[in-house]
């Protein structure tokens, strides 16, 4: 990643000289100028477009005219920093309009109304022109003066304000005093002077959406960087024409301050969110884990920082660029939302996983961290978007137009989307449960916002959509508090007396009446002197809802055809499977145990053959023989 960045400034940075920038000798009039008469030329172009009907064929002309009217409003934040005008050119403007003033006055009472119609329009473009340049000087001095990009918007939508009504105004005033006829006969003048009026503020407007670019790096002017340059040059003994020593030395000695203070920030970010970290928790290989998670998008934000502030001395002191700025800004925004994700993934997941400890719905808070993941990339795509010049509130709110088209594109996303919410409201199952749906069997994985994911016990992973789960039934075999079911049938040989079955039957009962992991009924939660539990069990069966089995039964059950069978019906405490495997032997070798100290036999298939008249057997054989 280092060395990454090294070669984008080397290659980028450095290749630009690092000479003092000289504005180009071009006046901020005449752009402004070029300007209006671009608007003008497609004002025209609509006009005869509209007169003809041929709309779409002058939409395809404004490209081209647009590109280069764009072009033209780059160059005004850089040539702000050099609108100066002379005291002789502002006294001289001056006396032109206390002259055009005068005159407009004398032929208003005049019989020369055409004449008067003239000059009031020519008065009222000087005006506009005054408001306009009076507001590019004012902005040349908030640029200088470091103002905050709110102050800048201020005052911007302040001259626009008194730009539009000065010239309602103006123009009103106009127009009743002459006559309508003359009124028809200038209408093209009045368009002019309106669409003259449009240029400036469609000028003011893009200052004033742009603003947060063209101010200075915040950083840049708090620390006065600019005289930290004057300071250098002025130490220095040896001048190299149009090369700003200052200027190099301060860019390195900021790229090098803001590379090597990565892993010091690293360091202070995990120790200002560890104060809420659970105590006990904080290993020093998480500690490590969660620094290098952080520390990779923390320098490639720091750096995307001290390339901005290297280009804001670069240009010094011209605004940086537009377009290198909005570039700049785009960069920003993508290296801190992966910051952002990367503090989620790095302290987020740790302190996250202390809290399911406690809260035991894991499912939840994976959802939540995945909801948040998602938001902050939208916002981060919207943020990017805007700076791109998309209209973001106009992409809004055609999502809601579009709503219903998408809705049912993505009819089954959706669904198993709001089939997971449901089924984190249910509660039917949490991660690490044993569930049963229709043929898919296994521990839940994870449930995502589209699809739970269940390993199965042959260590298959499945993919099960959430609606699946939501609307087929599911045996969840983790819920359960107390009690997995033990039910075997003992066969005794039939040449057991009643009195020894009943004897054997009796003993295993006392057996698992007295075996420690055996369910008893005094286990129920029912039974808990906690207040509770006791009224809460006349509202809903406690036992059945959380899970407790302690039903126990030992009976003769029936006569089989080869044994006398006695059935064992009773529950574990443990419900885990390995440790119920073993009290599960634990009783079989108790109860062969019983039934050998009763001298009884297990009983096996067999057939017995009973033969009635054995005399007519032999005499049978004899005769035979």
């Known amino acids: 990643m280092k060395k990454m960045i090294l070669a984008i400034f080397s290659f980028i940075i450095l290749p630009l000289n690092l000479i003092a920038v000289e504005l180009d000798d071009v006046d901020i009039v005449v752009i402004v100028r070029q300007i209006d008469k671009i608007n003008n030329q497609i004002a025209l172009v609509k006009a005869q477009a509209t007169d003809k009907n041929e709309t779409a064929d002058a939409n395809s002309l404004f490209k081209g005219i647009l590109v280069k009217k764009n072009q033209l409003l780059d160059q005004i934040p850089s040539l702000l920093m050099q609108a100066k005008v002379g005291k002789d050119e502002i006294d001289k403007f001056k006396q032109e309009k206390s002259n055009l003033e005068s005159r407009v006055k004398r032929l208003k009472n005049s019989s020369n109304k055409r004449m008067y119609i003239q000059n009031a329009i020519e008065l009222q473009k000087m005006n506009i022109d005054e408001i306009f340049y009076s507001s590019v000087l004012g902005l040349e001095k908030l640029f200088n003066e470091r103002a905050k990009p709110a102050k800048v918007k201020t005052f911007i939508e302040e001259t626009l304000l008194n730009l539009q009504t000065t010239s309602y105004a103006n123009t009103k005033e ?61 130490k220095i003994p040896f001048k190299i024409d149009g090369v700003n020593f200052g200027k190099i030395i301060i860019i390195l000695f900021v790229f090098i301050f803001f590379i090597s203070f990565t892993r010091i920030l690293s360091k202070i970010t995990y120790l200002f969110m560890i104060k809420m970290y659970p105590k006990g928790n904080q290993e020093e290989e998480t500690k490590d884990r969660v620094i290098n998670i952080i520390k990779r998008p923390m320098l490639f934000m720091l ?168 609307s087929d039934p599911i045996r969840n075999w983790s819920r359960r508090r107390l009690g997995r079911r033990i039910r075997m049938n003992v066969g005794l040989e039939y040449g057991a007396t009643s009195a020894q079955v009943k ?71 443990t419900i885990i499977w390995g440790d119920f495997l ?34 007519d057997i032999d005499k049978t054989l004899k005769e035979l023989s």
């Open 174 to 234: 106009i127009r009743e005093g002459i006559d309508p006829a003359l009124t028809e006969e200038f209408i093209g003048a009045f368009e002019g002077l309106e669409l003259h009026r449009k240029t400036f503020e469609e000028i003011l407007v893009y200052l004033k959406d742009n603003a947060d670019l063209m101010s200075s790096n915040y950083v840049f002017s708090e620390l006065n960087l600019r005289v930290a340059i004057d300071f250098v040059n002025e």
């Open 303 to 470: 750096t995307m920082h001290a390339i901005e502030i290297c280009l804001a001395i670069f240009y010094y002191p011209a605004p940086v660029p537009l377009k290198f700025a909005n570039y700049s800004s785009i960069v920003f925004i993508f290296s801190t939302a992966w910051l952002i994700l990367g503090m989620l993934n790095g302290y987020g997941i740790v302190f996250i996983s202390e809290i399911t400890k406690k809260s035991g719905r894991k499912e939840v808070i994976n959802l939540i961290l995945k909801i948040i993941y998602f938001i902050i990339v939208v916002i981060a795509l919207l943020a990017i978007l805007s700076r791109l010049g998309f209209n973001v509130s106009a992409i809004i709110a055609s999502l809601g137009i579009g709503g219903l088209a998408v809705a049912l594109a993505a009819k089954d996303i959706l669904a198993n989307f709001f089939a997971s919410v449901m089924l984190l409201f249910d509660n039917s199952f949490s991660q690490g449960d044993w569930i049963v749906c229709g043929d898919i069997e296994g521990t839940v994985v994870e449930i995502g916002l589209r699809k739970t994911t269940v390993r199965t016990f042959d260590n298959a992973l499945i993919f099960v959509p959430n609606l699946k789960l939501a």
């Open 503 to 573: 004897k054997c039957a009796d003993d295993i009962r006392n057996m698992l009446l007295n075996h420690p992991a055996i369910a008893k009924p005094e286990d129920l939660a029912s039974k808990s002197t906690h207040f509770s539990s006791r009224f809460r069990q006349n509202i809903v069966s406690v036992d059945d809802l959380a899970g407790y089995k302690t039903n126990l039964f030992v009976v003769v059950d029936e006569f089989a055809d080869s044994s006398i069978n006695i059935m064992i019906y009773c529950f574990s405490k």
């Open 582 to 615: 073993a009290v599960k032997q634990d009783v079989m070798l108790k109860i062969m145990d019983i039934v050998e100290a009763n001298g009884l036999s297990f009983a096996f298939p067999s057939q017995s053959v009973y033969l009635e008249n054995l005399k």
